[in-house]
């Protein structure tokens, strides 16, 4: 009787590149694992994915009559639900990402501690199942724009580039966030905080007209800020998209993105023996 092939699997030292081939392999997985979360943020909930809907509509009532009657915050000549609802849908769409892709590994234990696979599709893969949560939420805005009588413009068809752009300015805090929460739980805790610090420095609830002119391009510093404001411009063409600040944020994105892979990739090799 002839003997396998034994593979014996070493950690390696220093930086570990990333290898495409491989994750081309385990693309099954990938999906696998999307479609698994996917089913999990809703079982055994009343309302299923009637939430994804519920949730950024309430904000937006809320924000509405804070900051649009009682704040008066300017909204460019848009109904202010539209204005916020286009900058809630992003916004959402990343902080949720950004908190599902911290908690994905310690979530995952068991395969991280029994199989071998690349261990950055975790983290993808919790992101991801996100998009499903997004493309619900746009069917929502397209019926609120009928009924406040506003026609989405030709740049909405930069819809999925934009979307894309604000995933790219996630998965770099998430790869980094997640890894750091293997070992240190007190992550957890901290991301609540800095979401919502991170949403008030971002332009969802005001345009960046309403930033004084000094503090924009600090602004832009923000990975999320050009994206979510381009989204916005995009959809309702009620002003051109600006893209020196899209290119700043899409920068600092593509810049945090290698340091979180860099961080991930440096550290992987323990998660199965720390977790």
């Known amino acids: 009787m002839n003997q396998g092939t034994e593979i014996v699997i070493k950690p390696q030292r220093g930086w570990v590149p990333l290898n ?3 994750l081309w392999e385990f693309r099954g ?10 089913k999990v943020k809703y079982k055994q909930s009343v309302l299923g994915v009637a939430w994804v809907i519920f949730r950024p509509l309430i904000t937006m009532a809320i924000f509405s009559l804070l900051f649009g009657r ?19 849908l992003p916004w959402t769409f990343f902080s949720a990402s950004l908190t599902e892709t911290t908690m994905s590994l310690v979530t995952s234990t068991n395969l991280i501690s029994k199989i071998y696979f690349p261990r950055i599709i975790i983290p ?30 030709p740049g909405i068809l930069l819809a999925p580039a934009l979307v894309l752009a604000i995933f790219v300015a996630m998965l770099g805090p998430g790869l980094l966030f997640s890894a750091v929460n293997v070992r240190y739980r007190d992550v957890k805790y901290i991301i609540p905080f800095l979401v919502q610090i991170w949403m008030f420095v971002t332009p969802v609830i005001y345009p960046v007209s309403f930033v004084p002119e000094k503090y924009r391009l600090l602004m832009y510093l923000n990975p999320v800020a050009g994206p979510i404001e381009a989204f916005r411009a995009a959809v309702l063409g009620h002003t051109a998209i600006n893209a020196t600040g899209l290119f700043i944020s899409m920068a600092v994105s593509v810049a945090l993105f290698f340091a979180g892979l860099l961080y991930f990739r440096r550290v992987e090799r323990t998660f199965a023996d720390v977790i």
């Open 70 to 88: 009682l704040g008066k915050f300017p909204s460019e000549g848009v109904p202010y639900p539209i204005f916020v609802f286009l900058g809630l």
């Open 124 to 153: 993808v893969s919790a992101g991801l199942a996100n998009l499903l949560d997004f493309v619900v939420s746009m069917s929502m805005l397209l019926i609120m724009m009928f009924y406040y009588k506003v026609v989405p413009q």
């Open 20 to 22: 495409l081939g491989e």
């Open 29 to 38: 997985l990938l999906y696998f694992l999307t479609w698994r979360d996917v």
